[in-house]
């Protein structure tokens, strides 16, 4: 399984931006299709974005489309979740992680997961 580490979480205004980031061990980067979910306190995890192992494919949750893009470097074993106009809804701590299923948005389905980074988004 590969290992990974999300970073560039913080605070910030409604309607700024941030870009949080996930870097993942080992040589075998390519082999994952990779998704961020977000969890606040008392709620459930729940899906954001995913990229496909290539990148040439990306998804989005209805809340996330046309805010948020997704990307990633397959030679700096990063994906990035670039996340514009935020709203005091997006107060999460976000987790990338890791599947071998294609086209999944379910938790379960990935097998890899970081620790979180916190995005909190003051009104």
């Known amino acids: 399984q590969v290992q990974l580490v999300e970073s560039g979480g913080g605070l910030v205004q409604a309607g700024g931006s941030l870009r949080v980031s996930c870097s993942a061990s080992?040589?075998?980067?390519?082999?994952?299709?990779l998704g961020w979910f977000r969890q606040a306190p008392g709620k459930e995890r729940e899906f954001v974005s995913a990229?496909?192992?290539?990148?040439?494919?990306?998804y989005y949750s209805d809340s996330a489309k046309g805010r948020f893009t997704i990307s990633r470097d397959n030679a700096e074993n990063t994906v990035y979740l670039q996340m514009n106009s935020l709203k005091p809804e997006d107060t999460a701590t976000y987790y990338c992680?890791?599947?071998?299923?294609?086209?999944?948005?379910?938790?379960?389905?990935?097998?890899?997961w970081g620790q979180g980074t916190q995005v909190t988004v003051s009104a």
């Open positions: 080992g040589h075998t980067f390519t082999t994952y299709r």
């Open positions: 990229i496909s192992r290539s990148g040439g494919a990306t």
């Open positions: 992680a890791a599947s071998t299923v294609n086209g999944s948005t379910r938790p379960a389905d990935f097998h890899s």
